[in-house]
């Protein structure tokens, strides 16, 4: 069964850093990679989508790596701000059919 | 108004008791899916539909059950509800487009206190 890990599960970093949080995952056989953003009492917002054949992606100030071959990837977060305050999620399709195995999350804390 | 809703946001019902979580989606997706999320816990999936006829088990279906009415509308019912079935309840819908390609779009969850 794919398991999918995130580490740390908690980090804070004053605004203005640059972070990247962290997804590993056991099962390198997967048809895409997706980041997700849940915040309190809301439900998830889809961030990136790395499908196989892709090595990365980017929307704004994020940026996903997928190395499938290790069964990694990493969301880059740059110049960080308050308002990026979230769990981040990752989680894995392993069969095409859009069944996701989510991670535990990351819970990021950015302090003013 | 938002996309997918979640009815209702909050419940509390006691141990042996039935319930119904409804799901309603206003973007046109063939696809539904329940979630469960537990504390410090990542989402699993219960159930999933791919259209109103096609309705298959995910990882952890024991003790529920999911109705497709139509559409846009996807229920999940707990036939008798035990303690460890309290958790925050997600619905999520994704088109049907190429194999993995399709984001998933969720709703605000449901939270559901068994006593």
């Known amino acids: 069964k794919q398991e999918v890990t995130q580490i740390p599960a908690a980090l804070s970093v004053p605004e203005g850093e640059n972070l990247v949080l962290n997804c590993s995952f056991t099962d390198s056989a997967i048809y895409n990679l997706q980041w997700f953003r849940q915040d309190p009492g809301k439900g998830l917002t889809s961030l990136l989508l790395?499908?196989?054949?892709?090595r990365e992606q980017t929307s704004g100030r994020l940026n996903a790596s997928l190395d499938k071959s290790s069964g990694r990837s990493t969301l880059y977060i740059a110049a960080s701000q308050p308002g990026d305050s979230a769990t981040y999620l990752c989680a894995v399709d392993q069969t095409g059919a859009n069944n996701l195995f989510f991670g535990t999350g990351t819970r990021l804390t950015v302090i003013p | 108004d938002a996309d997918v809703t979640q009815t209702p946001r909050n419940r509390i019902t006691k141990t042996g008791k039935r319930i119904m979580l409804e799901c309603s989606q206003t973007k046109g997706h063939d696809r539904m899916y329940w979630y469960r999320q537990d504390p410090g816990l990542g989402l699993q999936l219960i159930y999933y539909?791919?259209?109103?006829?096609?309705?298959n088990k995910g990882e952890i279906s024991d003790g529920y059950s999911v109705s497709r009415q139509a559409q846009a509308k996807f229920s999940l019912s707990l036939e008798s509800a035990i303690p460890n079935q309290t958790a925050l309840y997600f619905c999520?819908?994704?088109?049907?487009?190429?194999?993995?390609?399709?984001?998933?779009?969720f709703g605000p969850g449901t939270r559901l206190l068994v006593l």
């Open positions: 539909s791919f259209d109103v006829k096609d309705i």
């Open positions: 790395i499908q196989s054949s892709q």
């Open positions: 999520a819908t994704s088109d049907s487009g190429g194999r993995g390609q399709e984001t998933q779009y």
